[in-house]
């Protein structure tokens, strides 16, 4: 069943982008990652401009959120107070990624802009993430649990506004959380994606919080973080496609819903493998597309001008 995206400006296939949006909704209820690093690339490859993609991909991002965040919240899995932190400096990112987009576009740079940001960022974080798990599985590192709060989190404890955050076992300065969060918003806003698969490895790598509450954690964020830079691509450049939005937000909410609830049964060693090797595909799938010559190398196509 083909439906004609105005803004996109092509026709799609309605179950093609809403089983696409159910599948990457599951993912993200299970990781808390949001979803929009798969979503955003898999609407490229079915010929949707970057720009649109990134613009509608935001509020899926922030539909599939909403329904993880309350599934973990009925759990108690949620760090509030930690959430807070970390929204304030998205939107702060989020402002700052859309001023960026818009620059881009207006330039003409915004699809390569998006391309090789795509390949640097999830190659090296996922790569990173295999590299952790991997180790962790083959090499548990006993006693390091016991350790105390003080010698795991010491570069951070040592820094100016601490604050202590009960729910996740931290008390560590705002500051890197805070400019962690304005990292993630402005790559969130600039490539669609909610940030999820840089904010939860982040959290747990560096910050050693328990990997349940980092997941719900995340989801709170993500959710206000992804409203925000809808409205702001909406307002700013018109990018937004209605149809495509809601296609992609019903699906993602019936997904999320599956993905949160498989997401207990998961070991937390073998949570980590899976997130690292989502992440790191998707970088080389977007390597292949720049680095391999299509078959083609010219195209025709037919152009009626007007006599």
């Given at each position: 069943?083909?439906?004609y995206?105005p803004i996109a400006g092509?026709?799609v296939?309605?179950?093609?982008?809403?089983?696409?949006?159910v599948?990457v909704?599951f993912?993200?209820?299970l990781?808390g990652?949001?979803?929009?690093?798969?979503?955003?690339?898999?609407?490229i490859?079915?010929g949707?401009?970057?720009?649109v993609?990134?613009?509608?991909v935001?509020?899926?991002i922030?539909?599939?959120?909403v329904?993880?965040a309350?599934?973990?919240?009925r759990?108690?899995?949620?760090d509030f107070?930690?959430?807070t932190i970390?929204t304030?400096g998205?939107?702060?990112?989020?402002?700052?990624g859309?001023?960026f987009?818009?620059?881009?576009?207006?330039?003409?740079h915004?699809?390569?802009?998006?391309?090789?940001?795509?390949i640097?960022?999830?190659?090296?974080?996922?790569g990173?993430?295999l590299?952790?798990s991997?180790?962790?599985?083959?090499?548990?590192?006993?006693?390091?649990?016991?350790?105390?709060l003080?010698a795991?989190?010491?570069?951070a404890a040592?820094l100016p506004?601490?604050?202590?955050?009960h729910h996740s076992?931290?008390?560590i300065?705002?500051?890197?959380?805070?400019?962690?969060?304005?990292?993630?918003g402005?790559?969130g806003a600039?490539l669609?994606?909610?940030?999820g698969?840089?904010?939860?490895?982040?959290?747990?790598y560096?910050?050693r919080?328990p990997?349940?509450v980092?997941?719900g954690t995340s989801?709170v964020?993500q959710?206000i973080?992804?409203?925000?830079?809808t409205?702001l691509h909406?307002?700013?450049?018109h990018?937004?496609?209605i149809l495509?939005?809601?296609?992609?937000?019903?699906?993602?909410?019936f997904?999320?819903q599956?993905?949160a609830?498989a997401h207990?049964s998961?070991?937390?060693?073998?949570?980590r493998?899976l997130l690292?090797?989502l992440?790191?595909g998707v970088a080389?799938?977007?390597a292949a597309?720049?680095?391999?010559?299509?078959?083609?190398t010219?195209s025709?196509?037919?152009?009626d001008?007007?006599r």
């Amino acid at each position: 069943m083909q439906i004609y995206l105005p803004i996109a400006g092509l026709p799609v296939d309605v179950f093609t982008v809403l089983g696409l949006s159910v599948a990457v909704g599951f993912i993200s209820g299970l990781f808390g990652v949001g979803g929009g690093f798969l979503m955003t690339p898999l609407l490229i490859f079915l010929g949707i401009p970057p720009a649109v993609a990134v613009a509608s991909v935001s509020s899926q991002i922030a539909a599939s959120s909403v329904t993880g965040a309350l599934a973990y919240w009925r759990r108690r899995a949620v760090d509030f107070k930690l959430g807070t932190i970390l929204t304030l400096g998205g939107i702060v990112g989020a402002v700052l990624g859309v001023v960026f987009f818009n620059a881009m576009r207006r330039q003409g740079h915004l699809d390569a802009v998006i391309v090789f940001s795509y390949i640097a960022l999830l190659g090296s974080i996922g790569g990173l993430m295999l590299f952790e798990s991997l180790k962790a599985i083959l090499f548990p590192r006993i006693g390091d649990a016991a350790q105390p709060l003080a010698a795991r989190h010491g570069w951070a404890a040592n820094l100016p506004f601490k604050m202590q955050f009960h729910h996740s076992g931290l008390e560590i300065s705002t500051i890197p959380l805070f400019l962690l969060a304005v990292f993630i918003g402005f790559f969130g806003a600039l490539l669609g994606v909610g940030g999820g698969f840089i904010l939860v490895p982040a959290l747990i790598y560096i910050f050693r919080v328990p990997t349940a509450v980092v997941v719900g954690t995340s989801l709170v964020q993500q959710l206000i973080t992804m409203v925000i830079a809808t409205f702001l691509h909406a307002a700013t450049n018109h990018s937004v496609d209605i149809l495509l939005s809601l296609i992609l937000m019903l699906g993602a909410t019936f997904g999320a819903q599956f993905g949160a609830r498989a997401h207990i049964s998961i070991r937390p060693d073998y949570f980590r493998l899976l997130l690292g090797l989502l992440v790191f595909g998707v970088a080389l799938r977007f390597a292949a597309d720049v680095l391999i010559p299509p078959r083609d190398t010219y195209s025709a196509t037919r152009t009626d001008v007007a006599r």
